[in-house]
T-cell receptor, first 112, second 113 residues
């Protein structure tokens, strides 16, 4: 089945550690995105990529990094520079500007 | 900056009633709008979309209305069911060919049996 897969579902990070969230899609979509969602809030854009080997910062990129070495994969690293990383992270992909985005099931990151 | 927003953060309805969720957008150049449903602990799921050259689009039990004059979007759910309880987001993209979906804060729909 085609879809977008995020892993892990739950992730715990110690203070000062970097962690990487995985996002893989087999939909052959060019565009991929990372959003952050805090409780009771909407989705805020962290990074996006419209093509392999290219990506741009979104509204809240500080403390995060990404790579897009393959069309299928768009991993997000939450660095120690991100002071408040506890949140629900959502990865999405879309084929064009005029088709819907498909979302993964999310990764809930907690700092311990 | 320009943004997509929602009028009501929470909407409570009785099972069987019709629900209307509203969304205001401020970017007059937006030309593609999407409604998503997000259940607790899950990623958003596509419900229905509409292009700016349309005023209305219907799906199964859902209708999206677009009023470009006042930059307003609404989602109507007929005969609301308990399974419709979720957070609903509107999103806009397509501005200048942009891929990037921009989301509002969301409306929590609570359906009482």
């Amino acid at each position: 089945d085609g879809g977008i897969t995020q892993s892990p579902k739950y992730l715990f990070r110690k203070e000062g550690q970097n962690v990487t969230l995985s996002c893989e899609q087999n939909l052959n979509h060019d565009a991929m995105y990372w959003y952050r969602q805090d409780p009771g809030q909407g989705l805020r854009l962290i990074y996006y990529s419209q093509i392999v080997n290219d990506f741009q910062k979104g509204d809240i990129a500080e403390g995060y990094s990404v790579s897009r070495e393959k069309k299928e994969s768009f991993p997000l690293t939450v660095t120690s520079a991100q002071k408040n990383p506890t949140a629900f992270y959502l990865c999405a992909s879309s084929a064009t500007a005029y088709t819907e985005a498909f979302f993964g099931q999310g990764t809930r990151l907690t700092v311990v | 900056g320009e943004s997509v927003g929602l009028h009501l953060p929470t909407l409570s309805v009785q099972e069987g009633d019709n629900s209307i969720i509203n969304c205001a957008y401020s970017n007059s150049a937006s030309d593609y709008f999407i409604w998503y449903k997000q259940e607790s602990g899950k990623g958003p799921q596509f419900i229905i979309d509409i292009r700016s050259n349309m005023d209305k689009r219907q799906g199964q039990r859902v209708t999206v209305l677009l009023n470009k004059t006042v930059k307003h979007l609404s989602l109507q759910i007929a005969a609301t069911q308990p399974g419709d309880s979720a957070v609903y987001f509107c999103a806009e993209n397509g501005v200048g060919g942009s891929y990037i979906p921009t989301f509002g804060r969301g409306t929590s729909l609570i359906v009482h049996p």
